[in-house]
């Protein structure tokens, strides 16, 4: 069950105010139970006040006296019947006891009739001693009988009081304890949400979007916490990390670096990464007075086999020749387009002999591996000019145009061919 | 905080619920206790303590042995046949002045109508006047003898004025019927009887109101024991007496099928009777008075009266009734 803290508060509230409400009650309930059972003990204490002024008048005058006169019996006597006919509430206890009494009252006003009626005039001083005992005895049982009636009123005010102090004892440790409860509880949910909230807004910061999840539910902190889940959630759905978007940005540079530096066609490097490259091997072979080689690559009679099968066959043969030069360079070897049909192969630490060695590799895998068109064979050759860096190349454009004029001799000298720049007292 | 105060609130618990759980299942030691208990339904509180299990909580396992009459029951107690007895203050005041070693724990029963003057019809007898030289049947030393003594001092006789003829109370009426004498005073239920089955024959004298008689628990002078069982048994009493004042009806059936009666005497006695427990001074001063009362008529034969106060043993009431215990130091 979700309740509200305000409920609790509400709840806590009530509950003491109830027993405080009990408290009070029973103050007035035991009041009342003191006040009746004050009543009832007057009540004893006056029959016996009144059967007191009877044992008197029987002990102290002649009864049968021929000019007894009855009116001070009778005044009492009628005052004991008034008053045992008034009498409060009683007890059930009190009431047999009351009973007894009337019971006693009525022989008492029997014998003293009889008595009073016969006058006894000729009776013995033993039968009139003994019968003035009777109207004692009777007398005696009445006042006996009040006593324990206000004996039983005492006892009852004494228990009335006993429990009245036992049920306050009891009520206050019970609200005090409730009220302890109450404010401890209310105090550690809410101290104990609120730290939940405060550390999921620190995850939050740091960019961790958690759901906060209360360990002690409540209506208030329920709906802040609802609120801040729902946020929570569009804040991860529409926030990304910086992390990611570094690794995204690195990833589509990278792609981005790799077209721009890719022939779109071979998928080799295209002439922008050439230079990049080749300034690169240039100046680190200038720097280390390493050796450097240069190829050249055209395809021979490119134009007429374009012509003859169509600039699609065009394509797949440039594709075709990269894919030959691929599997005949080294790693550290790069190769890339150098425009229309001609590609440029760097050799870095390799001499005319290795470069020599490596165009003949790439004709000669060339030659073995001719490329089908319609289950028909069309083979092409290569002319590969070659140059090696030497003293006299200032420039990676000098190395090149070496490479290109070697590559125009094996043109003229009948393509297929390999032809060098010689690069006489290199280092 | 909050683990404090709940540790402590039920440790307060279980050591309430263990003292009561040890308080109910302490078992007392049972002393087994014979009461010879007068047939009459003035010993009710008996018969409803027992049968509605009011000693099965106490210290007594009480066994009934039922007598006719207070006297036969002081008789058991002094045989020692029975621990206990039921009598009435006549047989208490008769059995001090021969100076017996018994004492009185309690008195539980009242009632101003339970001995009652029948007289043959023929007779004429209209009141105590007229039993002048007339035949009485009596129970002596009972409620019986005392009750007419007093009927006839009321008019200033004696029992040297009547003719006493003695009976068992249960002899009572054949002595009538028989018309050994003209009237005769019985207690109940042998007054119901007498009226049931002689009807126009006899006449009942109203008398209500001239003689209370009490019934008490009585025993041989007790000693620690004897007080501590007579408390268990007034512990039992209470308990039925609050019942005959809560359940009359059930505690009526009760006592017509324990002493085989019929409703009908039952609902005609039982207004006479109030069921109270208590041991007061008036106790003392009409045992005192009787007890002179049989010295001076020459009821009895001894002609000392005793110091009552010695046949009262109020250490039991005091321990389960205080406030109905009432005798000066």
Known sequence: ?427 | MLILSLVTLLVCISAILLYLNFESRWQQPKYPVVIAVSKTPLSTPFYVAKAIGAFDGTCVDVEFDEVLGGQRAFAKVMNGDADFGTSSDSVIAFKSLAGRAFVTHAMFVQSDNDVKLISRASAKVNSAIDLQGKKIGVTKGTASEYFLSNLLALEGLTTEDVKLYHYKPEQLMNGFINNEIDAFVPWEPFGFESIQLLADKVKVHQTKGLNTLVFNLISATADTLLVEKAKCLIQGLSIAIDYIASYPTQSKKIVINELNLSAEFIDWVWPDYIFKLGLNQSLVLSVESQAMWAISTQMSQFNEVPNVEHFIDSRAMLQVMPNAVNIPK
Request: charge should be neutral.
């Open chain 1, 1 to 427: 069950m979700n309740i509200s803290l305000l409920q609790r508060i509400l709840f806590f509230t009530l509950s003491c105010c109830f027993l405080f409400g009990l408290l009070f009650a029973s103050v007035i309930w035991s009041s009342q139970a003191i006040e009746l059972a004050l009543s009832r003990d007057n009540y004893a204490e006056q029959l016996t006040n009144q059967t007191n002024s009877l044992k008197q008048l029987v002990a102290n005058d002649n009864i049968y006296d021929s000019d007894y006169s009855l009116s001070d019996w009778q005044n009492l006597q009628v005052k004991l019947t008034r008053l045992l006919k008034s009498s409060p509430k009683l007890t059930a206890q009190q009431e047999i006891i009351q009973i007894s009494i009337q019971s006693q009252n009525e022989s008492l006003k029997s014998l003293f009739t009889l008595i009073n009626q016969n006058k006894l005039k000729n009776a013995s001083e033993t039968i009139k001693n003994h019968l003035k005992a009777r109207l004692m005895i009777q007398l005696e049982a009445i006042r006996s009988d009040s006593l324990q009636l206000s004996a039983i009123a005492q006892q009852d005010i004494y228990n009335t009081i006993k429990n009245q102090a036992f049920m306050f004892i009891v009520v206050s440790v019970v609200s005090i304890l409730a009220l302890f409860f109450g404010a401890f509880s209310l105090t550690y949910i809410v101290r104990k949400s609120l730290n939940e909230i405060k550390c999921a807004f620190e995850k939050n910061h740091s960019g961790h979007f958690q759901k906060i999840k209360l360990s002690h539910h409540s209506q208030e902190f329920d709906s802040i916490a609802d609120a801040f889940n729902t946020m929570n959630k569009k804040l991860s759905e529409s926030t990304i990390s910086l992390t990611a978007m570094e690794k995204i940005v690195e990833e589509r540079t990278h792609v981005l670096e790799q077209l721009s530096n890719t022939d779109p066609l071979t998928k080799v490097a295209n002439r922008r990464a050439l230079f990049e490259r080749a300034d690169m091997e240039f100046s680190r072979a200038i720097r280390s007075h390493s050796k450097l080689t240069l190829l050249l690559i055209d395809c021979d009679f490119f134009k007429k086999v374009n012509d003859q099968y169509g600039h699609l066959f065009g394509d797949e043969l440039l594709i075709h020749i990269c894919n030959i030069c691929r599997q005949e360079i080294r790693d550290i070897d790069f190769l890339a387009r150098y425009g229309g049909e001609e590609f440029i192969l760097i050799l870095p630490n390799c001499d005319i002999t290795g470069g020599i060695e490596t165009a003949n590799r790439i004709q000669h895998s060339l030659a073995n591996n001719c490329l089908k068109v319609d289950s028909k064979e069309i083979c092409v050759t290569l002319s590969i000019g070659i140059s090696m860096l030497s003293e006299r190349h200032k420039s990676l454009d000098q190395l090149i145009n070496d490479a290109d004029k070697a590559m125009y001799l094996a043109k003229e000298n009948g393509r297929n061919r390999i032809e060098v720049i010689p690069a006489p007292n290199l280092h």
